[in-house]
Nanobody, 122 residues
Framework: QVQLVESGGGLVQPGGSLRLSCVVS????????MGWYRQAPGKQRELVAT???????NYTDSVKGRFTISRDNAKNTVYLQMNSLKPEDTAVYYC????????????????WGQGTQVTVSS
């Protein structure tokens, strides 16, 4: 059984920083891409950043230069370093693991974490 557990959310003042972590557990053979999405109240879930198993990254324009995604393939863990946070970054942040192949299976699946709240407010 594959599980994604996120941590690191919380309340921070504008201009502050937070670091989110997401660990993928289970009998994992490979994960193609990992990423972070967010959903603010009344809005659709949107992509924040993704990183492939080869290290290629993609960011939504509003976080470029402020957020950094990284990944530890050996630990099946993805991080999101968030700097210069703004009130508009307030949302529930969800971890995603794309094309996860469990050992001894042939079909990959996508998985989501339960979400962690990030609130940017003075």
């Amino acid at each position: 059984q594959v599980q994604l557990v996120e941590s690191g959310g919380g309340l921070v003042q504008p201009g502050g920083s937070l670091r989110l972590s997401c660990v993928v557990s289970g009998n994992i053979f490979s994960i193609y891409a990992m990423g972070w999405y967010r959903q603010a109240p009344g809005k659709q879930r949107e992509l924040v950043a993704t990183i492939t198993n080869g290290g290629s990254t993609n960011y939504t324009d509003s976080v470029k230069g402020r957020f950094t995604i990284s990944r530890d393939n050996a630990k099946n863990t993805v991080y999101l370093q968030m700097n210069s946070l703004k009130p508009e970054d307030t949302a529930v942040y969800y971890c995603n693991a794309d094309s996860v192949l469990v050992a001894y299976t042939v079909r990959p699946h996508d998985y989501w974490g339960q979400g962690t709240q990030v609130t940017v407010s003075s």
